[in-house]
């Protein structure tokens, strides 16, 4: 962690070591060629803008899965920890992901209904939780679950303003 | 610009006489996430001084009832304090009469109320509006609304790297299908100052009418419409330290006389019958239904707020701080200038390192300090610069060579934060 934040504890829990490094290093980034499904993620206000892929397969299961575009340091990692979530799971399953993070994250008038199984848990994803305090920010890390989201149920283009 | 005005011969020095400004200001006396508050975000909304909240309190307090109704006294004072405002705002541009000035919600309502009573009856297929690359979205959409309606087309004129706007490049667009010009006249996004001069002196050449969007420069410096002779020009009360909700156009006499109501309804009208309704005469055309009265009264009193420092000396003193945030920024490594055309106002844009503008401004308020990060409402300005957004620090009359320092020393804790 660095010395900069010593002290400036919600600074500190925005901007955690794992959300750093996913920023800078993003995982699954990419465009994927053989996308059976994909969904483009706006954040008109602060011109984010991210493209989600999916190649899902006979089974329903997400066998792989990219996404490219421009962000902030939280809707950059978000969508690389997603990413690294959502492959290999059932798209019910991805779609119960989404429920939580919506669930943990969001305000009121976001939320979904959907129902959000019991033996979820969120693991890696949590390191996002430090957007609560910044609530300009939760747009943010959101942006790619509405854009899983929308991909899932092929909207095609999303925007979180 | 550094010209002391004549009438106010007791104050010193422009450096202390626009300092003393910034106790006029008690939004500023506060902390921010424990830090004193340091705001650069006027550009996109200005602070109010004691001033304006006083006067639109004893407003609400003591005068309010409805205008240009009622017989009643309350309703009179009402009707005068609103008037009065008008004044206020005519003396402040240097208007020819108090009917050329306009009262509207904001620079948008004044620049749709142009397109569509001046722009719409008068384009046709193959006509043209002349804007700029560098304008608002504010005097983008309106001028293609029209020009969808119409069939008339919109021409822009390049800037360079710098964020500058050629005349010669802006006059080789003009000719005989060109019916309006719709320039800014400074730059909410780079900060830049449009050479106006010339592009009215071009336009009128070929008996083009120009519309100015003031929004950024009235806060800033001295205008005086007049002196510039442009035919229209659209500002906001809030970023001259007035209420929201609240705006002001001016156009020719002339030419608000020649058109047609924006919108029907009360106040606007001589007469109504069912065959046929007269039209109130100026300014009262153009103000349909009951106006946002405390909020022109407090924007009258901003006008006289900022009169009685004098907008020379504002100006002299922005310039000078302007000079030491760009000097302060460029000291910063991996710091990028956006906007750095040589004749500038109030803004700064840039970028730091790979660090998102947003991440940035997170970080920068956390500090106490506010900014403004992202597109600024004019996204053909970032595409220009292949930028998602800047950050941008914007200067008023209460901000000082500290608030500076503390940029600067937040950025650099912001380079740390992402280092």
Redesign the interface.
């Known amino acids: 962690m660095?010395?900069?934040?010593g002290g400036?504890g919600?600074?500190r829990e925005?901007?955690r070591e794992l959300i750093?490094d996913h920023a800078k290093c993003p995982r699954h980034f990419g465009r994927l060629e053989d996308a059976t499904h994909s969904a483009e993620g706006v954040n008109?206000?602060?011109?984010?803008?991210l493209k989600v892929y999916f190649r899902i397969d006979e089974d329903d299961r997400i066998s792989d899965a990219r996404f490219e575009g421009?962000?902030?340091?939280?809707s950059v990692a978000s969508a690389s920890l997603l990413m690294e979530t959502v492959i290999g799971l059932k798209t019910d399953r991805a779609l119960a992901f989404f429920a939580a993070m919506i669930e943990r994250l969001a305000s009121r008038t976001e939320r979904g209904g959907t129902a959000i199984p019991e033996d979820l848990e969120l693991g890696k994803l949590e390191a996002l939780e430090g957007v609560k305090e910044?609530p300009?920010?939760v747009k943010?890390a959101t942006l790619a679950w509405h854009a899983l989201h929308a991909a899932l149920q092929q909207q095609g283009r999303i925007s979180t303003e | 610009m550094s010209t002391v005005s004549k009438n106010l011969p007791t104050t010193p020095t422009t450096e202390s006489a626009v300092a003393d400004a910034r106790a006029d200001f008690p939004i500023l006396d506060q902390s921010v996430n424990g830090r004193p508050l340091v705001y650069l975000d006027s550009a996109a909304s200005g602070q109010q001084p004691q001033a304006v909240i006083d006067a639109v309190a004893a407003y609400q307090r003591h005068d309010h009832a409805n205008v240009h109704r009622g017989v009643h006294t309350l309703s009179h004072r009402a009707t005068e304090a609103y008037e009065g405002a008008r004044d206020a705002i005519a003396r402040f541009i240097n208007a020819g009469n108090r009917r050329e000035v306009i009262f509207t919600s904001g620079t948008t309502g004044a620049i749709n109320l142009v397109a569509q009573s001046y722009g719409r009856p008068r384009l046709a297929p193959g006509d043209a509006v002349v804007i700029t690359h560098l304008e608002h979205h504010s005097n983008i959409v309106p001028w293609q609304l029209v020009c969808e309606q119409t069939g008339a087309a919109l021409r822009v004129c390049p800037i360079d790297a710098s964020g500058e706007v050629d005349p010669g490049a802006l006059a080789a667009l003009l000719d005989e299908r060109v019916k309006m010009v719709a320039v800014a006249h400074v730059s909410n996004a780079l900060g830049t100052v449009l050479p106006l001069e010339q592009i009215i002196a071009e336009a009128h050449r070929r008996e083009i009418p120009v519309l100015v969007d003031g929004a950024q420069a009235v806060p800033h410096m001295q205008v005086d419409v007049r002196a510039l002779d442009c035919d229209f020009y659209a500002f906001s009360g809030h970023k001259m330290f007035g209420p929201t909700g609240t705006g002001v156009l001016y156009g020719k006499e002339a030419l608000l006389d020649a058109m047609p109501p924006y919108q029907g309804g009360g106040d606007m009208i001589l007469e109504v019958r069912f065959d046929g309704t007269t039209y109130n005469e100026l300014p009262y055309k153009f103000e349909a239904g009951t106006p946002n009265i405390a909020g022109v009264v407090g924007l009258g009193a901003a006008a006289g707020y900022l009169q009685a420092i004098g907008m020379e000396r504002v100006a002299a003193y922005e310039q000078a701080l302007l000079g030491y945030m760009t000097e302060r920024l460029g000291t910063i490594e991996g710091l990028r200038l956006i906007g750095t055309a040589p004749g500038k106002a109030s803004v700064q844009s840039f970028l730091l390192d790979d660090i998102h503008p947003h991440d940035l401004g997170t970080v920068l308020d956390h500090e106490g300090v506010a900014i403004r990060t992202g597109h600024h409402c004019a996204m053909p300005v970032m595409e220009f610069f292949d930028i998602p957004g800047t950050a941008r620090a914007s200067l008023a009359l209460y901000n000082n060579r500290d608030d500076i320092d503390r940029l600067a020393a937040a950025l650099v804790k912001a380079k740390e934060v992402f280092s």
């Open positions: 660095s010395a900069a934040m400036s919600e600074l925005l901007y750093l008109p206000l602060c011109g984010d803008k421009s962000g902030c340091a939280i910044f300009t920010r943010c």
